[in-house]
């Protein structure tokens, strides 16, 4: 019906940078609010960032000013562009959206996830 597929994820050292992209295909009519969650091991998952269809944008206290979200409402992707990263931003981090879907019903729909590993 709807998918969502994370990429970008990987192995950084501390102070570095990473950009996530999100890409949401399938039987979408529009997206309302896009969002990155993360989840590292014993810990729940947790709100990173969240962005309105109209752009604007809320984050988690322990990101505020390195980490920034975006979106393109025209090929239905959100990106999580992620500067001077820590160790403790260590986690599997999530995509979520909000879909209308062509049959004109709302979901909530999530990706698979991708690993991001800051080394200290």
């Known amino acids: 019906q709807v998918q969502l597929v994370e990429s970008g994820g990987g192995l950084v050292q501390s102070g570095g940078s990473l950009t996530l992209s999100c890409a949401a295909s399938?039987?979408?009519?529009?997206?309302?609010?896009m969002y990155w969650y993360r989840q590292d091991p014993g810990n729940q998952r947790e709100l990173v960032a969240q962005i309105t269809r109209g752009g604007s944008t809320n984050y988690a206290d322990s990101v505020k000013g390195r980490f920034t979200i975006s979106r393109d409402n025209a090929k239905n992707t959100v990106r999580l562009q992620m500067n001077s990263l820590k160790p403790e931003d260590t986690a599997v981090y999530y995509c979520r959206a909000v879909v209308v879907t062509t049959a004109r019903s709302q979901y909530i729909f999530w990706g698979q996830g991708t690993q991001v590993t800051v080394s200290s």
């Open positions: 399938g039987s979408i009519f529009s997206i309302n609010d």
